[in-house]
């Protein structure tokens, strides 16, 4: 599918920058428990990429697709913290 095929290809072509720039904003990580593609102590690496904290949700009986069950969770989830978020300027 068209969808997995960009996920590979970013996988392929992705490059770390060990130097890339701080965020200052908050990190919402979805994961869900079944996934065997991002463990969870990857995810606990991205809070040394922001200096405000970060909040992980986890999808019970989820694999790494796991907004293919949980679509409408995921989008309350993202509104929540979109309207919780302090906008300055």
């Not at 996988?11 to 990190?27: D, G, M, N, S």
């Not at 040394?48 to 970060?54: H, L």
């Amino acid at each position: 599918t068209p969808i997995i095929k960009n996920d590979y290809r970013l996988y392929e072509q992705y490059v770390f920058q060990a130097k890339a720039r701080t965020l200052t904003c908050p990190i919402v990580l979805f994961h869900g428990d079944a996934d065997n593609l991002v463990m969870q102590d990857e995810l606990l690496a991205w809070e040394k990429f922001t200096t405000r904290k970060t909040r992980t949700i986890i999808f019970p009986a989820a694999d790494h697709f796991f907004v293919d069950k949980h679509f409408e969770q995921v989008v309350g989830y993202v509104n929540q913290t979109i309207e919780s978020l302090e906008i300055v300027g």
